[in-house]
């Protein structure tokens, strides 16, 4: 070849991710497209005086993580945050003491927050009250966000910035808990986030949040991450403008693909953005629709959903549907749009799209999926977003919870791939680590943290039990990688390594399969590699 390359990774055991070529040894990488890939005699012989070799000692190389849910402003503002979640905390009384540490080393009148609360992991099985929090922090708002993202909890001072008293009407589509002998509000709030936020405002500065997502953007990269897909439901105008900043400034380095809230598309649509709008670095992706029954009833209602829906079809963006438990994922099969091919909307004067591929629509996490509902799932044509990490991290907590015939259906990556449902992977951040391995790991062996495995079906939807524990090492990868491209339209520009690609790599510290595969749940990135630009390394490589 005539041309020479600037970064030269050799001497690596390469999963290239592409089908017509699976295995590699070296890859060259010119500015930020991957050239070439092949034996070490072939990447070297593109050697010049200005490239960096880079010798990678037979560890993994793979094409970058590519996160296809998670929350990354919510996820960067726990590090400031007070953690109230298990193991860390286990009864109310260890919260209180908690929320009364951090309240003392903050000004008065500060906000102190807190997150991960689960009180189904609490002695008292319950939420604090404001009462009980306002013992601790009286001269201070609070907030404590549960584990989940679909309630928060509020002392009195909070309740009394945010408007909310005993006459304060619900918000649409959350509820405001009330003690039923007086009406007032017992400070827990449930799918309230863009309520609190308009009456609220911003209540973090600047500052502290490129300070907080800096952080992440290390933990990330730390992880072999290279690319996310925030899925605010609320993002706005506002958080676009957010992710604008912080990306330009350099304060977040993974690739960004924000999903739009499906009640905010005036406001994109007024902007002249359009899906796909931005650029490598930062693009806008499919609307996002919650459809939950955290408040006991469907919300939105189904005549609200299809409305919804066909706001974001006109509008010419695919959909991204939050559904976890099977009456919802039931009421999201009936939406004709599910079904429906999304059509290109032709951008305005000046705009053009990163991406040229509409991609498909997608239900997001699909946790409760038994073979009555997944047939419907393979015939509606949607990319399938889900977590197989919660059975790691909570698997426990299912297997003393959940229905046991329900169990082999929560989150069950084989039998989407045995009906050729497209699957992808992302962690849902912070409501679980961000780390991938974890959830890679689980969904090849079906193992939660503490070893125990959860049974999983077979293609006929029989219990297999120990005779098929997940999926292959090889599908898990691709499901954080080129599964991941395709969910959010981008599989020509990454998501494997093949020339032409972006080079997003990530060369990882320890072998991962066979014997070392015990050793997955701890892996980490030593080299971390965005569009031919090394923004992790660690060790010797």
């Known amino acids: 070849m005539s041309f020479s390359a600037n970064l030269l990774l050799v001497n690596a055991r390469v999963f290239t991710m592409d089908p017509g070529k699976p295995h590699a040894e070296a890859v060259a990488v010119s500015g930020d497209r991957i050239v070439n890939v092949g034996s070490n005699e072939d990447i070297l012989a593109l ?144 799918e309230a986030a863009l309520f609190l936020r308009e009456r609220l405002g911003p209540t973090r500065d600047q500052q502290e949040l490129a300070s907080s997502v800096s952080r992440l953007s290390d933990m990330l990269l730390a992880c072999g991450i290279t690319s996310v897909q925030d899925a605010g439901p609320e993002n706005a105008i506002q958080q676009w403008q957010t992710f604008k900043t912080l990306v330009d400034e350099g304060a977040f380095r993974p690739r960004v693909t924000m999903m739009a809230g499906a009640r905010n598309l005036g406001q994109f649509d007024e902007s002249g953005m359009i899906w796909g709008t931005g650029s490598e670095k930062l693009k806008l992706g499919h609307a996002k629709i919650m459809c939950t029954l955290t408040t006991g009833s469907l919300l939105p209602a189904s005549e609200d959903l299809n409305q919804l829906a066909t706001l974001a079809k006109d509008m010419g963006f695919p959909i991204a549907i939050h559904a976890i438990e099977q009456e919802v994922i039931e009421a999201v099969l009936a939406l004709p749009e599910l079904f429906e091919t999304p059509s290109r909307k032709l951008p305005t004067p000046g705009e053009r799209p990163v991406a040229q591929r509409v991609p498909r629509n997608r239900i997001e996490h699909c946790a409760e999926c038994p073979p009555t509902l997944l047939e419907k799932v393979a015939q509606s044509g949607a990319t399938v977003v889900t977590q197989p990490g919660f059975i790691y991290w909570r698997g426990e907590n299912y297997l003393r919870r959940v229905d046991p015939a329900l169990i082999p259906h929560l989150y069950d990556t084989g039998s989407f791939l045995d009906r050729r449902v497209p699957v992808a992977f992302g962690s849902d951040s912070p409501v679980i680590d961000p780390s991938p391995w974890p959830a890679i790991y689980c969904a090849i062996t079906s193992l939660t943290q503490q070893g125990n495995r959860i049974p999983r079906a077979n293609f006929t939807g029989a219990l297999a039990g120990n005779q098929r524990a997940g999926i292959t090492f090889r599908q898990a990868i691709e499901a954080y990688t080129r599964g991941a491209a395709r969910a959010e339209g981008a599989e020509a520009s990454k998501g494997a390594i093949r020339q032409g690609m972006l080079a997003d790599l990530t060369v990882l510290g320890a072998g991962i399969e066979g014997e070392s595969l015990h050793q997955l749940p701890q892996a980490k990135s030593v080299l971390t590699i965005v569009g031919g630009e090394v923004l992790w390394r660690q060790g010797a490589i």
């Open 47 to 190: 050697r010049s005086p200005e490239s960096e070799v880079i010798d990678c000692r037979a560890l993994p190389l793979l094409p970058g993580i590519n996160d296809a849910h998670c929350h990354v402003l919510t996820t960067a503002s726990t590090f400031s945050s007070v953690d109230c979640g298990p193991p860390v905390i286990t009864s109310i009384g260890q919260l209180l003491s908690a929320i009364s540490d951090r309240a003392a080393g903050t000004p008065p009148g500060q906000w102190v927050r807190g997150f991960g609360l689960d009180p189904d992991s609490l002695e008292e099985s319950r939420f604090p009250t404001r009462w009980e929090l306002d013992s601790m922090a009286p001269s201070h708002p609070v907030r404590i966000n549960h584990s989940s993202g679909h309630a928060c909890v509020l002392n009195s001072l909070a309740l009394g910035l945010a408007g909310i008293d005993g006459t304060t009407p619900d918000p649409v589509e959350g509820v405001i808990e009330r003690e039923a002998h007086t009406g007032e509000p017992t400070g827990t709030l449930f």
